[in-house]
């Protein structure tokens, strides 16, 4: 038995079935019913997945579009419920899967901050000392009382990402969004990946670019239309996802 | 056992992200009136003409009786309360539907959407009050003890609400032909329901028909505690209380059963 205490998250035997509904609306679903004609079919998005990540550890998730990586962050963050399965978690977890979750456009920047920070699930209290930091990290000082739907593309990312990254998580989800901002704000976000790792946040890292994956994790995850192909460390690991896609 | 300790757990969860629901109520009323001239005011300006319009209709031409009272007086203690069951009862059928990015992408308790709705809807028909207040001073018409009983209506009209509201919501993510449908069955239910004609003149063997009617033994309480100054009918009440608890709870539990199912369907 190995120590529970340092698993961030443990995945067993974990498998999603979405099924798909071919008729939309009623106007197709009752003749369907009537008529004795399949309503839905099944699509396999994971097949038994099984890992356990430590505190601590970045691991990768590689593999092709459709082959469960978002589906698999989906399970990990709540959204969604295995179907078979268990997912355990330990500790608090920040979904950067979307970033300004909630941002109202009519609204202010300071506004959505607070509204996006609940959703994330601070308090309030802790919202007003974190407020400073969360500005300072956008450098949008001057913006924070305009209605978001003024501020650029990269300001509105600049202001998601400065709330999503506000406090030190416990675990992070990352969904290809390290691109955000202009190339300096992209180092700083870069360097506040690196100052987490240091702090001892578990990070999951979904990135079509391998260069990412190796730079940041010790530890990759190869899924293949839904099934785990490879789980280990991160060289052997993009070699094997290398071999797949060939 | 077990479903009693998943119901604590789901209670304590939404204790823990009460300031969401704050906030994402401030949205709800912040956003709607940005860009408008007259801003609220609009909350209060919109059933007002409604009232005077219908006033004309219903009173001037129609000539319906009122029991006493001007007949605006008579149709406002009816309409006010009405124009919230059903702008509640649209909004949050879209709620869950509108706000898709979040259901897909972050977790927090479902059910917060739709009361965010719901408690921005109250926050406009408080204001909308106002236009009652104003005619029954107008009108002389004065306060009794009996208003005690308005919280109670009240609340009985919330849960009524509140269940439908979480029922049409989960429904409406799965098939969008809800929202299409509800607008046309509530104005049948308006019909239905004693708001444009006092209870009074429903023939006898009709009035059955009230019974199973929650909305309109609420209106009717209303109406007795504000026009008649009377007791309201107890017995209807109880009926009626204990038709919204059990719409409210199958409502909540049906919400939370396909909690888990709504970011694979939006």
């Known amino acids: 038995m190995s120590d529970t205490t340092s698993i961030a998250i443990q995945c067993n035997n974990v498998s999603k079935t979405y099924n798909l509904h071919k008729q939309k609306t009623f106007k197709e679903f009752i003749p369907a019913l009537f008529s004795g004609k399949q309503t839905r079919h099944k699509f396999h998005a994971l097949d038994v997945i099984q890992f356990s990540v430590k505190k601590g550890e970045s691991i990768g998730i590689v593999g092709k579009n459709g082959s469960g990586k978002s589906t698999l962050l989906k399970l990990i963050a709540g959204v969604t419920q295995p179907t078979k399965g268990t997912i355990k978690i330990n500790g608090r977890i920040a979904p950067l899967i979307e970033l300004g979750a909630g941002f109202h456009p009519d609204l202010t920047g300071k506004e959505n901050v607070f509204l996006n920070g609940s959703i994330l699930g601070f308090k309030k209290k802790e919202m007003d000392t974190l407020y400073k930091h969360i500005v300072d990290f956008a450098e949008l000082w001057e913006f924070m009382d305009q209605p978001i739907k003024f501020y650029s593309s990269g300001m509105y990312m600049r202001l998601a990402f400065s709330v999503a990254v506000a406090e030190t998580p416990d675990i992070l989800l990352l969904d290809e969004i390290l691109a955000v901002g202009d190339v300096q704000f992209q180092k700083k976000c870069f360097l506040k990946i690196k100052e987490f790792q240091r702090k001892g946040t578990t990070i999951l890292l979904v990135t079509h670019n391998t260069i990412q994956t190796e730079h940041y994790c010790q530890k990759a995850l190869v899924l293949h239309s839904g099934k785990q192909i490879f789980f280990g460390p991160v060289k052997q690991a993009i070699e094997t996802y290398a071999q797949s896609t060939e | ?266």
């Open chain 2, 1 to 266: 056992m077990n479903g009693i300790k998943r119901n604590l757990k789901s209670l304590c969860l939404f204790w823990r992200y009460r300031e969401l629901l704050i906030n994402l109520t401030h949205r709800e009323i912040a956003q709607r009136y940005k860009q408008s001239i007259l801003g609220y005011a609009w909350v209060i300006l919109n059933p007002l003409f409604q009232l005077l319009v219908m006033n004309f209709v219903f009173s001037t031409i129609l000539k319906i009786p009122s029991l006493n009272v001007p007949f605006i007086i008579f149709l406002s203690v009816g309409l006010l309360p009405w124009n919230l069951f059903t702008q509640t009862l649209t909004s949050s059928t879209t709620m869950l539907v509108a706000n898709n990015t979040l259901i897909t992408k972050i977790y927090f308790p479902r059910e917060i959407l739709v009361y965010a709705t719901m408690i921005a809807k109250i926050v406009d028909f408080l204001f909308s009050c106002l236009i009652l207040v104003i005619f029954l001073i107008i009108f002389k018409i004065p306060p009794t003890i009996m208003l005690l009983w308005l919280p109670f209506i009240f609340v009985i009209q919330f849960f009524f609400t509140a269940g439908l509201a979480l029922i049409l919501a989960s429904f409406n993510l799965f098939y969008r032909d809800i929202q299409y449908m509800l607008s046309f069955l509530l104005i049948l239910w308006m019909y239905m329901t004693p708001i444009l004609y006092p209870v009074e003149i429903i023939p006898y063997r009709f009035k059955f028909v009230l019974s199973l009617n929650p909305m309109a033994v609420i209106v009717n309480a209303y109406r007795q505690v504000i026009i008649g100054g009377s007791m309201p009918n107890i017995i209807n009440l109880s009926i009626g209380f204990l038709t919204s608890l059990i719409v409210f709870l199958v409502g909540y539990s049906l919400f939370k059963k396909l909690e888990g199912e709504f970011a694979d369907y939006v």
